[in-house]
């Protein structure tokens, strides 16, 4: 209510201490309601579904949400990380083993549940994930059943990669839990992969810096 | 140990859910469900006129007797339990004026905490999910999935 000439944008709280005051480790350990991103997330569904034109679309917008996400977390994570594993990952499997652990732990207190490269794609990864936390209470209605929610989770993914100077091709979430023959049978409804698609120059660097080392 | 059905009516009286468990409820057409989920909302609605004068206890039929004291035990709460000798209807209402009907035998225990834990279920399933919409019709897999899995544990 009272500006008094500060800057736009950054809030003083009344202790005066702002965001950039506190220690960067301190809500390292602290844990957030999850009710309370669901229903955050539930907004945020239904505010990129304003206007969109298909489902593809929809990812879209919800990879847009996630985006900058990663490329802060990537720096938030290093900052936080013990100073002699505090580097930046330079190759693509540190990079990975990044996402699929460090960042997964931060974001949903446990590792992703596999990583995996494509057979017939060399740009290509693949991490899954059996039950992704931000799908927990969704229920695709059946006009819906191709969207993957777990879009938001790739933009967070795809900033990171980015972050880290990994262009990608983009990341994209589908769900893979069911199977075509074992219809209710299969143990992970939910299961999600990420397909990570690196662009033709990281694979090159990538190549150069295997064969220097 | 036997839980029939399960209804959820919006608050404006219609039949949101209707989900059968068990049979042996003779089966009834869909619009006679729709009907009856409209007559229970409005006979829950007069019942809840019909009750005595604030200070004293809430309706006689309602057996839960509050232990902490509330802001709303004295609210007006309507008819609660329909009682015949194959089975038995307890109504739940939410806050916000949801009801939830389990059609249970009727020497069926605990019927109240199975109600709170539905309550939890919707709230979690439901009303987390961003595809649904509030006061229509429930279609979702996951609330439908779990309701299984809670209800056929325990019977």
Sequence with gaps: MTAQGQTPGLRYPSNKKTIYDR???????????????????????????????????LEKRLNNQGYPLGLKLLELLLARAPPNSALRPTRILPLLQFIAQTLWRHLFNRPADA????????????????????????SLPREMSQLNCAAFVAGIIEGVCDGAGFATQGVSAHSVGEEPGGEKGSMWPGKTVFLIKFREEVLEREEILGRGG | MVVFAL????????????????????????NDYLMLAGSFHGMHAITKQLCPVPAAAINPTSGVPSLAPSPF?????????????????????????TKFLLFTEPQQPNVDSVLRRIYELYSDYVMKNPFYTVEMPIRCEKFDRSLDGFVKVRS
Excluded: W
């Design chain 1, 115 to 138: 990583l995996e490269r494509s057979e017939n794609d060399a740009s290509q990864y693949m991490l899954y994930d059996n039950d992704p936390m931000v799908n927990q209470y969704i």
């Design chain 2, 73 to 97: 035990t004295s609210r007006p709460s309507g008819i609660e339990v329909l009682e015949s000798s194959h089975f038995r209807i307890q109504c739940f209402q939410t806050l916000t004026g």
């Design chain 1, 23 to 57: 220690n960067l480790s301190r809500s390292k350990n602290s844990e957030l309601s999850r009710a309370a991103f669901a229903y955050l997330f539930v907004e945020m569904i239904s505010y990129a579904q304003k206007r969109v034109k298909g489902i593809a679309d």
């Design chain 2, 7 to 30: 209804f959820i009516i919006s608050k404006a009286g219609g039949l949101i859910y209707n989900r059968e468990f068990h049979s042996g409820l003779t089966k009834l057409t869909s």
